[in-house]
């Protein structure tokens, strides 16, 4: 570390030596009472020489201008923060200013992915406590509070931890008395978990058209898919996007369907005022590590009703009776949540709020550094519905130019869905779909992380312009 610093008046030689002690490229320049009090990078170095300036010649002080510094003790994501597509190299300090350490982060070569769990003290200390209280299955205190926390945060009354989201809608199902002989209308733009779910149970799905300009599933291609067979529908909020809840509900009350949101992708998101996941019999969610708040595996029913909580508890836990254990009454599963999972959950809910607020800052960069290129199209806002950014998302006619940029970049990219009536596997069960196929065309997540480079971006697809 020590060679990599020289003194504010050495020699153009000294700083050559210093830049070449260590692999930061960087010579760090200390004033006479050892405090940092600037950089020179490589770069700064090559054009002292084009300058003029020689070897034997001493720096000056416009030769180390503005330069950005962490302190000692900063957090990884604030480190990464400082650094950019020309930033790559941060000093740390101590309090008194000495240089005690530095950081590189080289954007170029390192892999931007699409998505990272926000994960700190608080989880690693939960976890450490769930673990050291030996309660690590499915019993303890972390699973009580994250049930009754997250589902106090949606406004519902019961929360059932799951072992991950896509139980979470089978135990709904299941619990509803759905199976054998009925359909489930869910839509075509989707992760397949809520059509195997459905299949899974024994039930028929019904697969149905999305709505062009919100991409959730359409009220109207419900009603045209409804038969004497139909039990329930399964609205997704697709990417963070509320769907309309009250022409489904309407439907449901009319055709006396039950309603089960599938919520894994839109945590917090509301619709006239009131959470996703609140307005179904039942809801479930995800928390996959990808997802807006994780446990790494894990998922969650929530339902206002008493008595589908009671069958849905019984129902995770191998159907087995309450008052008389080891006595089943009906045939069940093990869908438990751990108290280690929940302990994660926990720490996650108290800043589900920041994370949210951090990920619509994320693609609000993303609109300033780009939009002037003309190429994307964003999700859309509505007024009366609060939608959140799980992933950023875009459509655009050159989609697949845009995807080989940022792959050739290692920047991560992930195309939308594609249809569940496209996959030989579903297609079976296809009723409509038109606006499904054409989103999955156009549709892309961008990486919704902190270390996004926007000007960086912004270079790599300015040659599409
Ligand atoms: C819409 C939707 N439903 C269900 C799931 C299933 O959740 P999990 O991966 O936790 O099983 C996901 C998660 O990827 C999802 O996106």
Sequence with gaps: MKDSTCLYNASLREV???????PA??????DDDEKLCGIVTDGDFRRLLLKGKGLEDALSKSDFGDYVVANQGDRFEDLLKKTNFKIRTIPIIDDQGHLVDYFIYNHKTRFTPIAEPSLANEEFNNLMDAYSSTWISSRGKYIDQFEEGFSAYCGVKYGVATSNGTVAIHLALKALDIGEGDEVIIPDLTFAATINAVILANATPVIVDVNEEDWTISPEEIKKAITDKTKAIIPVHVYGQACDMDAIMAIAKEHNLKVIEDSAEAHGAEYKGKKVGSFGDASTFSFFANKIITTGEGGMVLTNSDQLNERLRVLRDHGMNKEKRYWHDEVGFNYRMTNLQAAIGCAQLHKIEDILSNHNKIEEDYKTALDDLGLFKWQKTYSDRKKVV?????????????????????????????????MPVYSKYHFSSTNAKKLSKLGMNLPTVDQVDYQRIRDILSELK
């Design 16 to 22: 050559l030596e210093a830049i070449n002690a260590e």
């Design 25 to 30: 490229g960087t010579a760090f320049i200390k």
């Design 390 to 422: 799980w992933l950023v998302c875009a459509l655009s006619e050159r989609r697949d130019e845009i995807a080989e940029l940022l792959i050739k970049n290692k920047i991560d990219y992930r195309p939308f869905f594609y249809p569940l009536s496209d």
